[in-house]
Nanobody, 114 residues
Framework: VQLQASGGGVVQPGGSLRLSCVDS????????VAWFRQPPGKERHFVAY????????SYSDSVRGRFTISRDDAKNTIYLQMDSLKPEDTAVYYC????????WGQGTQVTVSS
């Protein structure tokens, strides 16, 4: 896979953003996919993942009920729908594809601020 993330930006608290991550090689269907984030001055940590069929999802406690991960293998794309955004969601967001190793996309900046 070769992942390219997009969709970040500046949004007010309570707003929404949708991140996208495209695999330019077209092998995404055989990977578990996930999103991670790295807040300013902190380590990267897990946000959400979904299995190869998209039928199973898991979220960190801090985003459960507000974020939704999905995948469209026909478009070789992973999505992260982020609703009810909070200032503490401010971070660089990274997509990842996992099989025998983790492949990372470049990050996209999300800033939640009034």
């Amino acid at each position: 896979v070769q992942l390219q993330a997009s969709g970040g930006g500046v949004v007010q608290p309570g707003g929404s953003l949708r991140l996208s991550c495209v695999d330019s090689i077209g092998a995404l269907s055989s990977y578990v996919v996930a999103w991670f984030r790295q807040p300013p001055g902190k380590e990267r940590h897990f946000v959400a993942y979904t299995g190869r069929t998209g039928g199973f999802t898991s979220y960190s406690d801090s985003v459960r009920g507000r974020f939704t991960i999905s995948r469209d293998d026909a478009k070789n794309t992973i999505y992260l729908q982020m609703d009810s955004l909070k200032p503490e969601d401010t971070a660089v967001y990274y997509c990842a594809a996992v099989r025998t190793a983790i492949s990372w996309g470049q990050g996209t900046q999300v800033t939640v601020s009034s």
